[in-house]
């Protein structure tokens, strides 16, 4: 009932205002027998230049089922701002709290790097279940010269729907990441999510301390969420950042607490230093997670715990035209019937600008698996692009265990208005299915205007991979 209200009053108080910026998509997928078409929508209305209101839809049109999402968003000059509707949360580096569908736990990555001034991220995307719905609220308190303190609240509560596939596999364990949003044919009962936290973030000069609490109940009219200890749960951590020049290093600590568990027994920790010159990086970020700690709202290791991990990873400006790298992860599995149960994946990597315009790079990749027996698994990849004012072509290779990817790519460069790209794939392998796989795209863009539309056709074929994909897509300023 309150998001249906808030749509019914926000939604037509937008088309009053004139800066209205909006995306369609119409996909259709075929693959023998297998039939797919979808829409896709997105509208963003702004309220001036500090308040937003954001809308997305999908449409499965051969289903008919449809889902979506929203938000509205309010901010007074950097002073306070007001999220409600569909959102992402990540407290300091992400212990207790990070985004549900983060790919990466390296805090020092820059697709994973969150500054603390402002955790709320909107969802823009239709798919609800991996995102917060509620509302947040960050206020800065003081600002007094090189002084800062900040405040951040939310509150989400969402509805699931649990299965009884669900119940079968023993998956409501985890309350939360396991259960749906959207409604299931075979529903059996629906459970509501709550969760709620705050951080209390304080800073001076270089100097940052977090101090960050979480709290999460599911409750449903049946008990058997409740069998093993995890309908409420509740975290608490703190974090200590200092920066020096070209450095950093930071550390956060963090409890759980749950109807099995008590605090003492789920204390786990991460830490991190990073160095920045002109010619090089280098960067360290060590895990312990404790064997009794429950985070499904952070990201310790991956998505894993209990476990202990080391990651590192540098680079080097060998000339102005060479730079090379590592990287370097080791993970140790403390839950496991195995006696050796951790894994090393190694990378190294290498960008080359042989002359103006004229690139190449590649990287070698391991994964050992220490388990009962020891494992290695390799792959390669090599890249040669070259760039000319109006055209760029890419060339590339790579090689694992099972298979092998060669792709050719042409696209069109510097156009002002129209721009096309065309590529190749062919892929082998050992088995049959990867025996013979091709991929031939075409795709064109053209802007006109404040408009931007685009088509793409993708064809399939080869064992097993016989599919067209037809993609179509409009956007900009309505």
């Not at 207790?96 to 603390?116: A, G, K």
């Not at 830490?271 to 312990?288: A, C, L, P, Q, R």
Request: proline share 2%; with cysteine; aromatic share 14%.
């Amino acid at each position: 009932m309150f998001k249906l209200l808030t749509i019914i009053v926000i939604f037509p108080c937008t088309m009053l205002f004139p800066f209205v910026e909006g995306d369609l998509d119409y996909e259709y997928y075929k693959k023998g027998s297998e039939e797919k078409k979808s829409m896709f929508s997105h509208l963003l209305f702004s309220f001036g230049s500090s308040s937003f209101f954001d809308f997305s839809r999908k449409d499965d049109l051969i289903s008919k089922k449809n889902t979506y999402s929203w938000n509205a968003r309010i901010s007074s000059a950097d002073k306070i701002k007001i999220i409600a509707g569909n959102y992402h949360a990540k407290f300091s580096s992400g212990m207790i709290l990070s985004r549900l569908n983060s790919t990466s736990n390296n805090p020092f990555l820059s697709s994973t790097l969150r500054t603390q001034s402002y955790p709320f991220l909107p969802e823009s995307n239709a798919n609800k279940d991996d995102s917060l719905f509620g509302s947040a609220i960050s206020c800065s308190v003081i600002e007094f010269e090189d002084i800062e303190i900040k405040t951040h609240v939310f509150y989400s509560d969402k509805k699931t729907y649990i299965t009884s596939g669900e119940y079968e596999d023993n998956e409501t364990h985890r309350s939360y990441l396991s259960l749906n949003s959207s409604e299931g044919s075979d529903q059996e009962e629906v459970a509501s999510s709550k969760i709620s936290g705050g951080s209390i973030c304080f800073a001076y000069e270089l100097l940052k301390i977090n101090v960050n609490g979480l709290y999460s109940l599911t409750e449903s009219s049946s008990e058997r969420l409740k069998s093993d200890g995890y309908d409420y749960y509740s975290a608490a951590s703190i974090y200590f950042s200092f920066g020096i020049k070209q450095s950093e290093i930071f550390s956060e600590m963090c409890f759980s607490n749950s109807r099995d568990n008590c605090y003492v027994d789920t204390f786990s920790y991460q830490y991190g230093m990073k160095h920045v010159e002109k010619k090089y990086m280098i960067s360290f970020v060590g895990k312990n997670i404790s064997e009794k700690i429950y985070l499904p709202f952070g990201s310790p290791c991956g998505g894993k715990s209990p476990s202990a991990q080391n990651m590192f990873s540098g680079y080097l400006y060998v000339t102005d035209k060479i730079k090379t790298g590592a990287e370097i992860v080791q993970t140790r599995y403390k839950k496991m019937s195995q006696s050796e149960t951790h894994l090393i994946d190694e990378k190294i990597f290498t960008d080359i600008e042989i002359v103006k315009n004229i690139y190449i790079n590649g990287d070698y990749c391991r994964t050992k698996y220490y388990w009962k027996t020891d494992e290695n698994s390799e792959a390669l990849s090599a890249e040669a692009k070259l760039y000319s004012k109006y055209i760029s072509m890419n060339y590339s290779f790579s090689k694992n265990d099972d298979r092998k990817k060669i792709k050719s790519e042409i696209e069109t460069r510097s156009l002002k208005a129209f721009s096309a790209n065309m590529y190749y794939v062919r892929i082998l392998g050992k088995d049959s299915y990867y025996s013979t796989h091709d991929n031939v795209s075409l795709s064109m863009k053209y802007t006109n205007k404040n408009i931007t539309s685009a088509v793409s056709f993708t064809k399939g074929f080869g064992r097993g991979q016989n599919y067209n994909r037809f993609l179509f897509s409009i956007s900009g300023l309505i």
